[in-house]
């Protein structure tokens, strides 16, 4: 391995690294809210009417802690891979952790109707980049040493 793509190889891993604990501590901590938010039967939370609201907030702690862990994966296996890690796949993997719980939290907190919130409209382009970088790194994965 050459001194330029052990380098690179570890920046991509520190970044990774540092967005998957950071994501997986947030959203945990908002899971636990959320378990509290039912302990203390908290109305405007169960309520019929925000069914909407505990759906979507339910769907960002699940996704945001899963995208987490795929950091983290990312980050252990970086080095192993044959190829570099292209950095596309790395700032797509990054930016669609980001887009989609942060879609799913925004379009709960304003919720119309029943009918998610403005924010949900960032969902469907964090999962594209989400893919492109899962491309991409299946891609690097796959390559001759």
């Not at 109707?113 to 994965?141: K, M, N, T």
Request: hydrophobic fraction near 55%.
């Amino acid at each position: 391995m050459t001194p330029d793509r052990a380098r690179t190889d570890r920046r991509l891993q520190l970044r990774h690294l540092r967005v998957g604990w950071a994501l997986v501590l947030a959203f945990a901590g908002f899971g636990t809210a959320l378990e509290l938010l039912h302990a203390f039967k908290t109305g405007w939370y169960l309520s019929v009417a925000t069914e909407t609201r505990r759906l979507l907030w339910t769907l960002a702690h699940a996704h945001g802690v899963g995208l987490g862990l795929v950091n983290l994966a990312l980050a252990a296996v970086c080095p192993s891979l044959p190829r570099p890690l292209s950095p596309v796949a790395s700032a797509s993997l990054i930016a669609g952790t980001l887009l989609v719980p942060g879609g799913f939290l925004l379009g709960g907190l304003f919720v119309h109707a029943g009918d998610p919130g403005l924010g949900a409209i960032l969902i469907p382009p964090g999962a594209a980049l989400v893919l492109l970088s899962l491309v991409l790194i299946v891609r690097a994965s796959f390559a001759r040493p």
